[in-house]
């Protein structure tokens, strides 16, 4: 490949493929970010066709992951105790930076998608995921995904009734009693 | 408190240049830093992206669930020393709270992996359990697809295959992934571009 553009002058082959392949990459992230076709490259800014196609591949078929939701709730329950004992010392005058955290929690199982769940999700149209989603050990399918279906309509069902938020109601109740 | 960073933006017509704040996370940051309960949002945000990380990384629900546990909960206890550092040459959007809570998230994945090497190692075969009552034969192809791709990555090398996580899964960008892999952004695009190819490799020779 040629060292066309300023940018990629001085540099040894490698560096230049690297480069090329660097840009390539932006463009067709960006493109699947914005739901997308990626915008026309030039041929001389294309990396080699096996790179290509593993960019192309690994772009539409890698699944995002998210842990099961009673995990996510369990530690967001930790998470509300720790912000609680650093708001003591806080509101105390102190640092508030030495509070000492339990790290390890109980083992959780993973999440269960309950089947009153899936019946009332399964004709959501709504919930079209465009690449595979694993939901705390179960993978599921690209085009539609029970357990982001689960996800999202439990999300609707509990909108911003946070477990930190009642911690911070709790605190302020306790302070006034 | 954190130094703002702030960078121009704007047309000259709609009456000069203005400031923006680099960090997208930079008012959630700060709110949490006054506010460790606030920290609930940045929380929320990065959740699944941590645990992506982890469970490529770590091969075991239990285990990345365990190492995002740790990476959050250290996240917080360290909030208040987190200072700001993003740069105009960083771009819009960059985000070094990100780039720092990836940097806590790969600490506590090494140690977890210091622990599984005492232990038999269970495959990622993830995506091999699926199930989708809706379409089972597109359903199979897909999985199949994502098997592959799945497999690809896991056999690639320690850096490698952390970049090509951290560029495809968790979509950061160059610069972010140098900073959470303590490398220059040179050696990542060069670590990228050798990854693919080994990966380019290990799927021509199965479905797409």
Request: net charge positive; hydrophobic share 45%; no cysteine.
């Amino acid at each position: 490949m040629t060292a066309g553009p300023p940018e990629i002058r001085g540099r040894d082959s490698l560096e230049i493929d690297a480069l090329v392949t660097d840009r390539y990459l932006e463009s067709i992230l960006a493109a699947h970010a914005r739901g997308a076709d990626m915008a026309p490259i030039p041929a001389d800014r294309h990396p080699d066709p096996d790179v290509r196609q593993a960019v192309a591949r690994l772009a539409r078929e890698l699944p995002r992951l998210h842990p099961s939701f009673r995990f996510e709730e369990a530690l967001a329950g930790k998470l509300q105790e720790a912000a609680a004992r650093m708001r003591l010392p806080l509101a105390a005058g102190g640092e508030g930076d030495a509070s000492v955290l339990a790290v390890r929690g109980p083992d959780l199982p993973i999440a269960a998608i309950d089947e009153g769940d899936r019946i009332r999700l399964l004709g959501d149209t709504r919930l079209v995921i465009g690449r595979p989603l694993l939901v705390g050990g179960a993978v599921t399918s690209a085009a539609l995904s029970i357990a982001g279906a689960v996800y999202v309509a439990w999300r609707i069902r509990h909108p911003q009734a946070s477990p930190m938020a009642r911690a911070i109601r709790a605190v302020a109740r306790t302070r006034l009693a | 408190m954190a130094r703002p960073a702030l960078r121009k933006v704007g047309r000259p017509e709609e009456g000069g240049p203005r400031l923006a704040h680099l960090d997208r996370d930079r008012r959630l940051v700060e709110a949490a830093q006054a506010d460790p309960a606030r920290f609930e949002a940045l929380y929320r945000k990065y959740l699944a992206q941590v645990y992506s990380f982890a469970y490529y990384e770590l091969r075991d629900h239990h285990e990345a669930e365990d190492a995002t546990e740790r990476t959050f909960l250290a996240a917080l206890a360290g909030l208040a020393r987190f200072e700001e550092r993003a740069r105009p040459a960083d771009g819009e959007g960059a985000s070094t709270f990100r780039v720092w809570l990836f940097q806590i998230a790969r600490n506590a994945i090494a140690e977890r992996r210091r622990r599984q090497r005492r232990r038999p190692e269970a495959p990622l075969e993830a995506a091999e359990h699926v199930a989708d009552p809706l379409d089972l034969e597109a359903t199979a192809v897909r999985h199949d697809a994502a098997t592959a791709a799945v497999r690809a990555i896991s056999r690639l090398a320690g850096d490698r295959r952390r970049a090509l996580i951290l560029r495809f899964v968790d979509e950061m960008t160059t610069h972010e992934i140098a900073g959470v892999l303590g490398r220059s952004e040179g050696a990542v695009r060069v670590l990228i571009h050798r990854a693919l190819r080994t990966v380019a490799r290990e799927l021509d020779d199965q479905p797409q």
